[in-house]
């Protein structure tokens, strides 16, 4: 089955500073990969997602990048606000069934 | 997007028990899932409901544990049977909608805490 590995566990930014928070995949199979953000005591929602015949996908200060051949993609932040601090999981989707990271928890300081 | 309701949204239970937990979704789905979060961890998925027919369940899950319902395209039960400690977790229902496959959306959660 697929599994996504998600570095790192932990990131810390000052306000302003940009984020990256990258993900692997094993299932070349896979071809939906969605970031969600989830805040403390509430549910995941999705913040942007990419699919297998795109590399590269903006909305706003929030990108995500997808290399096909090395199996990986990556979700960047830009000009982070407080606001931003949660914690965020990629995921990687094969019929219908998504498999998530760990989880990277990012605390924006203002 | 889906408006997807969750009960109970916390509940305290004894070791042995069992307890079931419903999930309505405010329009008809193909793909609806089951998840679990352990305390900081991630979502593992538990299995994934099927509207008619059995339950398919993930490695490392069995129906005897976790039995599920979907009698229509609108709602699901999953029971947490014979609960130990060990299954104090949040459990997410969630869904795609539209199709079979895109972005999740998931209910609020079921924290269950077992004693």
């Known amino acids: 089955g697929e599994n996504v590995e998600q570095h790192p566990s932990t990131l810390s930014v000052q306000e302003g500073d940009s984020a990256v928070i990258k993900c692997t995949y094993s299932d070349s199979a896979s071809n939906y990969f969605p970031w969600y953000k989830q805040e403390l005591g509430k549910r995941p929602q999705l913040i942007i997602d990419i699919r297998s015949n795109v590399g590269e996908k903006k909305d706003q200060r929030i990108a995500v990048t997808l290399n096909k051949t090395a199996k990986h993609f990556s979700l960047h932040i830009t000009e982070t606000q407080p606001e931003d601090s949660a914690v965020y999981f990629c995921?990687?989707?094969?019929?219908?069934?998504?498999?998530f990271g760990d989880g990277t928890t990012l605390t924006v300081k203002p | 997007s889906a408006v997807i309701s969750q009960k109970p949204s916390r509940d305290i239970c004894q070791r042995g028990t069992s307890l079931t937990i419903q999930c309505q979704v405010d329009?008809?789905?193909?793909?609806m899932f089951w998840y679990r979060q352990q305390p900081g961890q991630s979502l593992t998925l538990i299995a994934t409901a099927n509207q008619g027919s059995e339950a398919t369940y993930e490695s490392g899950f069995v129906i005897d544990k976790f039995p599920i319902s979907r009698p229509n395209l609108t709602f699901s039960t999953l029971t947490v049977s014979n609960m130990s400690p060990e299954d104090s977790s949040i459990y997410l229902c969630?869904?795609?909608?539209?199709?079979?496959?895109?972005?999740?959306?998931f209910g609020e959660g079921s924290r269950l805490t077992v004693l």
């Open positions: 969630s869904v795609v909608q539209g199709g079979r496959t895109g972005e999740l959306f």
């Open positions: 329009s008809q789905v193909t793909m």
């Open positions: 995921a990687g989707e094969h019929a219908g069934k998504s498999t």
